[in-house]
C-alpha cells in the first residue's frame, strides 16, 4: 500500500557530509510523523531525528548540531542532511513514515524503508 525508498547513502572520509532522501508513494491521505533510524553492526536500531507535519523536529544527543531533517510535504519525501560525519555514524539507516490511508481514514500506519548504508571511514 506504501512503499518508502531511501537514496543518498554511501562510502565518504570522516568530516565530509551526505544527505539521505526517502520517498513514500502509494495510497497515501497525509503523513504526520516522519524520521530517520539507523542500526550499525551488533548494535539495537535507534533513533537519529524525527519531524512533524508541521515541522517540528527532534533529534538524538549523538547528531544534534550536525545533522538537520527536513520534509517536502508537497512530494511526501524527507531529508536527512548530515554534515561532519564521524566514523561511528556508520550504520544502515532507515526512513520510518507515520501514514494514514486513503482508504483508512482516521488510523496511522507505520512503514520502513528498506534501508540504505552509510559508512564514515577514519
Known amino acids: 500500500q506504501v512503499q518508502l525508498v531511501e537514496s543518498g547513502g554511501g562510502l565518504v572520509q570522516a568530516g565530509g557530509s551526505l544527505r539521505l532522501s526517502c520517498a513514500a508513494s502509494g495510497n497515501i491521505f497525509s503523513i504526520n510523523l516522519m524520521g530517520w533510524y539507523r542500526q550499525a553492526p551488533g548494535k539495537p536500531r535507534e533513533t537519529v531525528a524525527r519531524?512533524?507535519?508541521?515541522?517540528?523536529?527532534n533529534y538524538s544527543d549523538s547528531v544534534k548540531g550536525r545533522f538537520t531533517i527536513s520534509r517536502d510535504n508537497a512530494k511526501n519525501t524527507v531529508y536527512l542532511q548530515m554534515n561532519s560525519l564521524k566514523p561511528e555514524d556508520t550504520a544502515v539507516y532507515y526512513c520510518r513514515a507515520w501514514v494514514e490511508l486513503t482508504t483508512r481514514r482516521g488510523t496511522e500506519y507505520v512503514y520502513w524503508g528498506q534501508g540504505t548504508q552509510v559508512t564514515v571511514s577514519s
Open positions: 519531524i512533524t507535519s508541521g515541522g517540528s523536529t
